[in-house]
């Protein structure tokens, strides 16, 4: 478990992280998202003790990070993948990491296996491609066996298959009861891989939640409605709240929710033949609740240069 509580970070006269409080929980696969700039980075070296805070604290199992005996054994990270010696194999940068913590060569090869280095792991980590060197970090990260795993955008270089096997790997590491937190800026990866939310703007706390209540608290209430009388519902409604769609018979519909249209069109005796909710994806619901926290936008300001650090 990690528990942040009033963390502060100051460099000078910017605040990268201000007064930051959450917690993140084990048996979840938590992702932790924000805008350029929001921190994030900096938090995650807080959490691992790579800089110590202006103001707050933030433990992990218990303990300040610093203060385990074998942090290893209690959390595995990776934030950034090229952070190897370039001239060691993936194989020598593993048996190094394991017999400085006591940690057996079997594991060492059955990590090779895990990540599918088998083929090069007697391959310098200098001449591995990003998606290679982001599985032999992951395999670092993993190599004590820790309760707490703490990934910065691990799916950057792999192709769909290391995508698939990354979300299937991190999903069962949160369902061993491990406390799994991930940076990630691919919207539509996280919506498939997270079940909880911590969102960050400008160093403070936007959100801390499921990501299902993350997308409703950003979707405005809109309906799909499929009748054969659409021209006549568009009337009732108004072109306020009604659009006719291309399609002839379907309208969409803002600011009602479901019961609303369907006792509408009951007590107007419009028959419905569909009436779907639509909720906005991640990403939509990313841009609206970060709107505000934005430190890089485009000169019409209407778009971001990225929606993550």
Do not use: C
């Amino acid at each position: 478990m990690i528990v942040a509580d009033a963390l502060t970070k100051d460099y000078g006269d910017k605040r990268a992280v201000d007064a930051l409080s959450f917690t993140v929980r084990p048996g979840l696969v938590t992702g932790f998202l924000g805008p350029n700039g929001s921190g994030k980075s900096t938090t995650m070296r807080l959490i691992l003790g790579l800089d110590a805070p202006t103001s707050g604290r933030v433990i992990v199992n218990g303990k300040p990070y610093r203060e385990h005996p074998a942090p290893l054994h209690e959390v595995g990270a990776l934030l950034e993948a090229r952070s190897v010696h370039t001239g060691r194999s993936a194989y020598n940068h593993l048996v190094a990491l394991a017999q400085t913590h006591g940690i057996a060569k079997s594991r060492v090869n059955d990590l090779i296996d895990l990540v599918g280095l088998r083929d090069v792991a007697r391959k310098r980590a200098g001449q591995f491609s990003l998606g290679m060197g982001q599985r032999l970090g992951i395999a670092s990260a993993l190599l004590g066996d820790p309760d707490t795993i703490i990934l910065d955008e691990p799916v950057n270089g792999l192709d769909p298959e290391g995508i698939h096997w990354i979300r299937n790997l991190l999903k069962g590491l949160a369902a061993e009861g491990r406390t799994v937190f991930v940076s990630s800026h691919l919207m539509s990866e996280m919506a498939l891989t997270a079940e909880h939310l911590i969102v960050i703007g400008r160093g403070r706390l936007i959100a801390d939640t499921s990501v299902d209540h993350f997308i409703d608290m950003a979707s405005a209430k809109r309906v799909r409605v499929r009748t054969p009388e659409a021209d006549r519902l568009h009337l009732l409604l108004g072109p306020e709240r009604a659009i006719l769609g291309p399609e002839p018979d379907v309208l969409d519909v803002h600011g009602l929710s479901t019961q609303q249209v369907g006792e509408l069109a009951f007590r107007n005796a419009v028959p419905i033949y569909e009436l779907t909710p639509q909720q906005a994806s991640l990403e939509e619901a990313f841009m609206n609740l970060t709107a505000g926290a934005v430190e890089f936008e485009t000169a019409l300001g209407s778009t971001r240069a990225e929606i993550a650090a």
